[in-house]
């Protein structure tokens, strides 16, 4: 396997670490009552939330994607916490 074939994966990878975040993000911003909307929204919290830091949790997803935790954490709640639902 030569470096381009590295670098491609790498990319493939970040880019689906980006969008399991954004999966969260979404499932974050909906604000369901019940269903599977609502525990979808309940797991995404639980994920962000989380400490931890073994593969797939939300802070190895960040250092995956060379972004900080808290500031990210910080700024998924302020986003979401500035929205209106009808």
Not at 68 to 82: F, N, Q
Request: hydrophobic share 40%.
């Amino acid at each position: 396997m030569d470096s381009r074939d590295t670098n491609a994966q790498a990319r493939a990878c970040r880019k689906l670490w980006a969008a399991v975040l954004a999966s969260a993000l979404r499932d974050l911003q909906n604000k369901p009552k019940y269903g599977a909307a609502a525990s979808n929204r309940h797991m995404a919290q639980t994920w962000i939330d989380s400490d931890e830091s073994s593969p797939s949790s939300f802070v190895w997803v960040c250092r995956v994607l060379e972004i900080d935790p808290e500031r990210t954490r910080t700024a998924i709640y302020k986003h979401v916490g500035s929205m209106t639902y009808a």
